[in-house]
T-cell receptor
Framework: GAVVSQHPSRVICKSGTSVKIECRSL??????MFWYRQFPKQSLMLMAT?????????EQGVEKDKFLINHASLTLSTLTVTSAHPEDSSFYIC??????????FGPGTRLTVT | DAKTTQPNSMESNEEEPVHLPCNHS???????IHWYRQLPSQGPEYVIH???SNVNNRMASLAIAEDRKSSTLILHRATLRDAAVYYC??????????FGQGTTLQVKP
């Protein structure tokens, strides 16, 4: 199956700093990428949908100025958490789709803001 | 996006079949039924999907009711590695996957 990677796998940052998370599709071209957030013992929550070369579409309640998404190529999307605070600590997961039927998920990035 | 309803948790014995139910009474004609599973601290893993007909793959089988208002994921012989949270999701034209709470499957040796 298709492989999606995320980097870093875990990151600890101080409150007020920004953190960038990369999502790469390794063996296919992803026309669409999705970003999710998952708090402990909860389900995944869709944050935004990004298509290569266009602005991301954010779900209701997700601050676009706080969670900056860039989908500059068919194999790379980045999520930047700006001015991170402890409440942003979460498990961030991306997925990539080649517009067939499946979304392929990355392994996730554990963000801890101190 | 149409919603799905799943039991919060289920238990199974190792090497026995497991039937995981999902209700989706508001499914539309173009919605695909997708199943994913997630192990702790990992991203979800695709299991199977279908539209109208029953589907089989190396991981599982998907039985879809004739009226499409419910479906059942079948693991033919559960192993300890099948212990995970199983999500039943309807995928519409937008391609978005909206996750519910899923079913936590516990497999006992």
């Amino acid at each position: 199956g298709a492989v999606v990677s995320q980097h870093p796998s875990r990151v600890i940052c101080k409150s007020g700093t920004s953190v960038k998370i990369e999502c790469r599709s390794l063996d296919f071209q992803a026309t669409t990428m999705f970003w999710y957030r998952q708090f402990p013992k909860q389900s995944l929550m869709l944050m935004a949908t990004s298509n290569e070369g266009s602005k991301a579409t954010y779900e209701q309640g997700v601050e676009k100025d706080k969670f900056l998404i860039n989908h500059a190529s068919l194999t790379l999307s980045t999520l930047t958490v700006t001015s991170a605070h402890p409440e942003d600590s979460s498990f961030y997961i991306c997925s990539a789709s080649d517009q067939v039927y499946e979304q392929y998920f990355g392994p996730g990035t554990r963000l801890t803001v101190t | 996006d149409a919603k799905t309803t799943q039991p919060n948790s289920m238990e199974s014995n190792e090497e026995e079949p497991v039937h995981l139910p999902c209700n989706h009474s508001t499914i539309s004609g173009t919605d695909y039924i997708h199943w994913y599973r997630q192990l702790p601290s990992q991203g979800p893993e695709y299991v199977i999907h279908g539209l109208t007909s029953n589907v089989n793959n190396r991981m599982a089988s998907l039985a879809i009711a004739e009226d499409r208002k419910s479906s059942t994921l079948i693991l033919h012989r559960a192993t300890l590695r099948d212990a995970a949270v199983y999500y039943c999701i309807l995928r519409g034209n937008t391609g978005k996957l909206i996750f519910g709470q899923g079913t936590t499957l516990q497999v006992k040796p």
